[in-house]
């Protein structure tokens, strides 16, 4: 999935709604148990020319930390995380859909594992234990059984380098035609036979093919981290697939008292991290933490 072309899909409708406060969304009880911290993904902090002025923005809406691309520089977001106190739980890697483990290509594999291990030295200077991965793709030149083999491969190879480094990789549910099923994902995960491989679960993407509740379960202790995402299969049928995501978060078809519930059944706390349009001023990123808040049944 392209995430600044995603974060780009909000549209003024949404952006209208979502300066209000409440709307008479319903919220489930207070659950006293429940400790997920609020993240937002980097690609969604709308506004700010530099690194420090985004993370400053995100402090500034109530978010607990940042989750950024790799191959940003290094030291300007070490300074913006030191100024501001944010933290950064993990880093998306910027290249893998430029250079994927998939590819039938040796030379743009070997690309990707280099963008990965700079990903994973990202990771360990910022003080994250977790990169997110998209581990292949399939379509008319890569076969299914092609990307699991060659991301397996490709893989392999950078287990003793995120061993070394402390970092755990987390595979991402997303459009790229591969592990379309909990039942396989989890299959996926577990031929690595490694703490280190693990799932990044977003509740957004696999609305097209599922429900975030059963994916969870499935997964269970798997998960390593959540995307907070929105989709809408009516908008979806109606505009188009991408169109989906053009929608409010808690105004979709995500039943988010069901999927907190199902994360509470596997004993999940981590960091919930928003991956959702509407951050592109201060008050629509405002509003998206009061949202995440109000999900995830944390104090306002």
Same mark, same amino acid.
């Given at each position: 999935?392209?995430?600044?072309?995603?974060?780009?899909?909000?549209?003024?409708?949404?952006?209208?709604?979502?300066?209000? =406060?409440?709307?008479?969304?319903?919220?489930? #009880?207070?659950?006293?148990?429940?400790?997920?911290?609020?993240?937002?993904?980097?690609?969604?902090?709308?506004?700010?020319?530099?690194?420090? #002025?985004?993370?400053?923005?995100?402090?500034?809406?109530?978010?607990?930390?940042? #989750?950024?691309?790799?191959?940003?520089?290094?030291?300007?977001?070490?300074?913006?995380? %030191?100024?501001?106190?944010?933290?950064?739980?993990?880093?998306?890697?910027?290249?893998?859909?430029?250079?994927?483990?998939?590819?039938?290509? =040796?030379?743009?594999?070997?690309?990707?594992?280099?963008?990965?291990?700079?990903?994973?030295?990202?990771?360990?200077?910022?003080?994250?234990?977790?990169?997110?991965?998209?581990?292949?793709?399939?379509?008319?030149?890569?076969?299914?059984?092609?990307?699991?083999?060659?991301?397996?491969?490709?893989?392999?190879?950078?287990? =003793?380098?995120?061993?070394?480094?402390?970092?755990?990789?987390?595979?991402?549910?997303?459009?790229?035609?591969?592990?379309?099923?909990?039942?396989?994902?989890?299959?996926?995960?577990?031929?690595?036979?490694? =703490? /280190?491989?693990?799932?990044?679960?977003?509740?957004?993407?696999?609305?097209?093919?599922?429900?975030?509740?059963?994916?969870?379960?499935? /997964?269970? %202790?798997?998960?390593?981290?959540?995307?907070?995402?929105?989709?809408?299969?009516?908008?979806?049928? %109606?505009?188009?697939?991408?169109?989906?995501?053009?929608?409010?978060?808690?105004?979709?078809?995500?039943?988010?008292?069901?999927?907190?519930?199902?994360?509470?059944?596997?004993?999940?706390?981590?960091?919930?991290?928003?991956e959702q349009p509407g951050g592109d001023n201060p008050e629509g990123l405002k509003e998206l933490c009061h949202r995440l808040t109000n999900i995830l049944n944390l104090?306002?």
């Amino acid at each position: 999935m392209k995430r600044r072309e995603f974060a780009r899909n909000t549209i003024a409708a949404s952006l209208g709604v979502m300066a209000a =406060p409440n709307l008479g969304i319903a919220q489930t #009880e207070k659950s006293p148990a429940r400790s997920i911290k609020k993240g937002i993904m980097w690609g969604n902090i709308g506004f700010g020319t530099s690194i420090m #002025e985004k993370f400053q923005a995100a402090k500034t809406a109530g978010f607990d930390g940042v #989750e950024v691309y790799s191959h940003l520089n290094r030291e300007e977001v070490l300074q913006a995380a %030191k100024q501001t106190g944010m933290i950064i739980p993990s880093v998306c890697g910027s290249l893998h859909g430029k250079y994927s483990l998939s590819d039938p290509d =040796p030379k743009v594999r070997a690309l990707g594992v280099d963008a990965l291990k700079v990903t994973f030295e990202d990771a360990k200077a910022y003080g994250a234990d977790t990169i997110l991965l998209v581990p292949g793709r399939v379509n008319e030149t890569v076969s299914y059984d092609q990307c699991w083999d060659l991301s397996i491969a490709e893989i392999r190879k950078v287990l =003793p380098l995120a061993g070394k480094l402390g970092v755990t990789i987390a595979i991402e549910n997303v459009w790229n035609n591969f592990l379309l099923s909990p039942l396989e994902a989890a299959r996926y995960i577990d031929q690595f036979n490694s =703490p /280190l491989v693990k799932a990044y679960f977003d509740c957004g993407n696999v609305l097209v093919i599922g429900w975030p509740e059963q994916w969870i379960r499935i /997964l269970g %202790k798997r998960i390593a981290r959540i995307h907070i995402k929105e989709y809408s299969r009516k908008i979806a049928d %109606k505009q188009g697939k991408w169109a989906g995501f053009g929608v409010a978060l808690q105004e979709g078809d995500n039943n988010w008292p069901v999927i907190v519930k199902a994360l509470d059944e596997i004993g999940y706390h981590g960091w919930a991290t928003i991956e959702q349009p509407g951050g592109d001023n201060p008050e629509g990123l405002k509003e998206l933490c009061h949202r995440l808040t109000n999900i995830l049944n944390l104090p306002l």
